[in-house]
């Protein structure tokens, strides 16, 4: 019964070749969130989608796109990764944006770049 | 702007004994305040969280938290660990925005 589901769990891609990490939810909430957490820090917002809305971090590279196509998907595009993009990559999400609300985390996709 | 300060990277902790992980904020509004688990190559399980009401939380693996507004500080104990909690614990804000403020990490090492 997982709620929050990634994929893949490992992902190698080439340097600057894109890549597409995938997010799905079966909990019908409205926001979707992508972090990003480097190795022994703590995890980095890069955008979220409340609905349709998309909202970009503001130090978020270009490089990072992404796509909500409906409530339950959501993906990341790296256009053309680099090496410090090797990172783990996670999906979350929330019923609505208040502070108190819960965010539900998928187990993460690791990227490794070669 | 809010920011979240974890004062230990890494507790290394005998299996039974006690255990208390800190943590800081910096907020100039009211803010919510969540302990997060992360065990290797996992994603992130909301451990406990403190919205409003008693300043001690608990959570059903042992775990309680105390929200210290004049201390700033939300600092997480057990009295008695298990190999098992061995893992990274994050602690975070957030206000109304929706954005989760992440603490840099402590990794609870619990040796046998």
């Known amino acids: 019964d997982a709620m929050v589901i990634q994929n893949p769990r490992y992902q190698v891609t080439q340097f600057g070749k894109p890549v597409t990490l995938s997010c799905s939810q079966t909990?019908?909430?409205?926001?979707m969130y992508w972090y990003q957490q480097k190795s022994s820090q703590a995890p980095k917002l890069l955008f979220h989608?409340?609905?349709?809305?998309?909202?970009n971090e503001a130090d978020t590279p270009d490089n990072f796109q992404s796509r909500r196509p409906n409530t339950s998907f959501c993906f990341l595009d790296i256009r053309s990764p680099g090496l410090g993009d090797a990172a783990m990559y996670l999906c979350a999400t929330s019923r609505d944006l208040g502070g108190a609300t819960e965010a539900f985390f998928g187990q993460g996709t690791r990227l490794t770049v070669v | 702007a809010q920011s979240v300060t974890q004062l230990d990277s890494q507790v290394p902790v005998f299996e039974e004994a006690p255990v208390e992980l800190r943590c800081n904020y910096s907020s100039s509004v009211s803010v919510y305040l969540f302990w997060y688990v992360q065990y290797p190559n996992q994603g992130l399980q909301l451990l406990l969280k403190y919205l409003s009401g008693s300043t001690l939380v608990e959570s059903i693996n042992g775990f309680e938290a105390e929200f210290n507004k004049s201390q700033t500080s939300f600092h997480l104990r057990k009295p008695s660990v298990h190999i098992s909690d061995t893992a990274e614990y994050f602690c975070?804000?957030?206000?109304?925005?929706?954005?989760?403020?992440f603490g840099q990490g402590t990794t609870l090492q619990v040796k046998p």
């Open positions: 909990l019908n909430h409205n926001v």
């Open positions: 989608y409340y609905d349709k809305d998309f909202n």
């Open positions: 975070a804000v957030n206000s109304n925005t929706g954005k989760l403020i």
